[in-house]
């Protein structure tokens, strides 16, 4: 079974820069299309961003584009999320999640809900200083 271990948050201030890191485990990622999701308090889970599993394709909401960047290395088996010049509006919880690239695109993957995977991590609380 794939599973998740999210790192890398923390506080930061506005105009900072985190790493959010997602190690995985039980498969290797290099056939799964991989996800960023994020959840803020009294808010729905949403798709940040996602990455093929060639890294070659990518998504990002809207709200993040020019100042996230999804990465990853399938030989360390992890995806990566550079958070640069974060806002307020980013506070949330970050989880990562996986679908086999033959049924997905970063596209379609990044619009699923949370209940269309199987396994959530414990995530990594990013909170952005206002």
């Known amino acids: 079974q794939l599973r998740f271990v999210e790192s890398g948050g923390g506080l930061v201030q506005p105009g900072g820069s985190l790493r959010l890191s997602c190690a995985a485990s039980g498969y290797s990622l290099e056939h799964y299309v991989v996800g960023w999701f994020r959840q803020a308090p009294g808010k729905e889970r949403e798709g940040v961003s996602c990455i093929s599993n060639s890294g070659t394709n990518t998504y990002y909401t809207d709200s993040v584009k020019g100042r996230f960047t999804v990465s990853r290395d399938n030989s360390k088996n992890t995806v990566y999320l550079q958070m640069n010049v974060p806002i307020p509006e980013d506070t949330a919880v970050y989880y990562c999640?996986?679908?086999?690239?033959?049924?997905?695109?970063?596209?379609?993957?990044?619009?699923?809900?949370?209940?269309?995977?199987?396994?959530w991590g414990q995530g990594t609380q990013v909170t952005v200083l206002s």
């Open positions: 999640a996986a679908e086999d690239s033959l049924a997905t695109t970063p596209q379609v993957m990044c619009f699923m809900g949370p209940n269309d995977f199987d396994d």
